[in-house]
């Protein structure tokens, strides 16, 4: 609703497009609250969301000076402003508009995840300062900075021209793709996965593929790695959202109808030369949802690290790649690679140490566990490494 009338009325009103959508949700509490909630609810937020529009503009007199096309200085002949439409067509193009304009370089990368957060996700400021483990008057006080900075970059709400797209997709593409991780290893409410955030960032990355421009093959990659990992989450946590390694996690449980999409959406990404970090997490994602625990299972994703580590080096990359060396070579070969690493912060450094050492040394193993427990982030996580130091007796 927010994208559709900014769409509308430009960017520069984007403050108020919020403000409408917000007192729209909030008469509909205290309506649905006493009348029940009606036969249509979208048709109604919508009809009130258009009512609350309309009245804004008349009552700030901003009809006549700014938004009614073809208003002649002089005349008197008053003209009705153009509504929104919330038609399925005009909010999934709104959507696309709104997305290229927040995803422009021009604000800084966490002020884009926020406020694709905030205005394309529905998330309220709150859950906002969880994300990113802060307040909510410093999360206010970027979001504000950010639309201040569309407006005074005058960001239109339009799509690139065609030579640009790839360009800006790129941009567009690395903020789902953030959004996706902050809710795979959440440190939000307390919880070690959002499911929200990722099923989020998955309907957005679907959405680009609709529009033929933006379905290129680095859009179909990254769809594919995003269903891969939203099939297993089902197994990655207990009832109670203790977490569950993927050692430990039962395959019976995981999506096979999202494991079907991801295949899909891969094997479109395939078309052209082209070769990403999307592509190869993709096809990492994709072994680890094959059910057997073989060899050549893990010389597959062993292979694809070490090309993902030329492609697009991380500490984290580095991690998970001798984890797997670690299936394919075993402990003391992994032992030798992690402890280059030296990723003396991360509690999932020490988790694997704790794993490499539980056949190699005890008590190493446990110095390992305990430090993990302490850099932990969530009581999820926390429990987890208790059960992993109970094991060993």
Not at 266 to 282: C, D, F, K, P, T
């Amino acid at each position: 609703m927010v994208a559709v009338i900014s769409n509308l009325f430009g960017l520069q009103y984007i403050e108020t497009a919020e403000d409408i959508v917000s007192e729209t949700f909030l008469q509909a509490t205290e309506t649905w609250e006493a009348k029940g909630i009606p036969p249509n609810p979208p048709a109604w937020l919508y009809a009130v969301a258009k009512q609350k529009t309309l009245y804004y503009f008349r009552r700030n007199n901003i009809l006549e000076k700014k938004v009614i096309p073809g208003v002649i200085a002089g005349h008197e002949k008053y003209q009705e402003p153009e509504m929104p439409d919330f038609s399925d067509q005009n909010i999934k193009d709104s959507l696309l508009r709104m997305i290229f304009a927040i995803c422009t370089p021009a604000i800084a990368s966490e002020a884009q995840i926020g406020l694709a957060l905030r205005i394309l996700c529905g998330f309220n400021i709150d859950e906002i300062a969880e994300a990113f483990l802060s307040n909510k008057e410093a999360i206010n006080k970027r979001l504000f900075r950010a639309k201040e900075k569309l407006r005074q970059e005058k960001i239109q709400m339009e799509m690139p021209a065609a030579k640009q797209i790839p360009v800006r997709l790129g941009n567009v593409l690395h903020i789902i793709y953030l959004l996706f991780n902050e809710g795979y290893y959440s440190a939000t409410q307390n919880r070690a996965l959002r499911r929200d955030f990722c099923y989020e960032a998955l309907r957005l990355g679907s959405m680009l593929t609709e529009y033929e421009k933006t379905n290129l093959p680095l859009t179909n990659a990254l769809v594919a790695l995003m269903c891969f990992h939203a099939s297993r989450f089902d197994a990655r946590e207990t009832v109670d959202g203790s977490m569950i390694l993927y050692e430990e996690q039962d395959a019976g449980l995981w999506n096979a109808a999202l494991i079907k999409q991801g295949v899909h959406f891969l094997e479109i990404s395939m078309q052209g030369n082209e070769v990403s970090s999307y592509h190869v997490e993709a096809q990492i994602a994709y072994w680890h949802c094959i059910k057997d625990d073989t060899t050549v299972k893990w010389n597959n994703i062993l292979s694809l690290y070490n090309q993902l580590l030329l492609i697009n080096y991380s500490p984290a990359v580095a991690l998970n790649r001798t984890f797997a060396l670690y299936k394919v070579k075993g402990a003391q070969e992994a032992i030798k690679e992690a402890e280059k690493l030296k990723l003396d912060n991360n509690h999932f450094y020490f988790l694997l140490l704790g794993e490499l050492f539980s056949s190699v040394d005890k008590n190493k193993s446990i110095s390992s566990y305990e430090r993990a427990l302490v850099l932990a982030r969530t009581d999820a996580e926390k429990q987890m490494i208790r059960k992993k130091m109970d094991a060993l007796g």
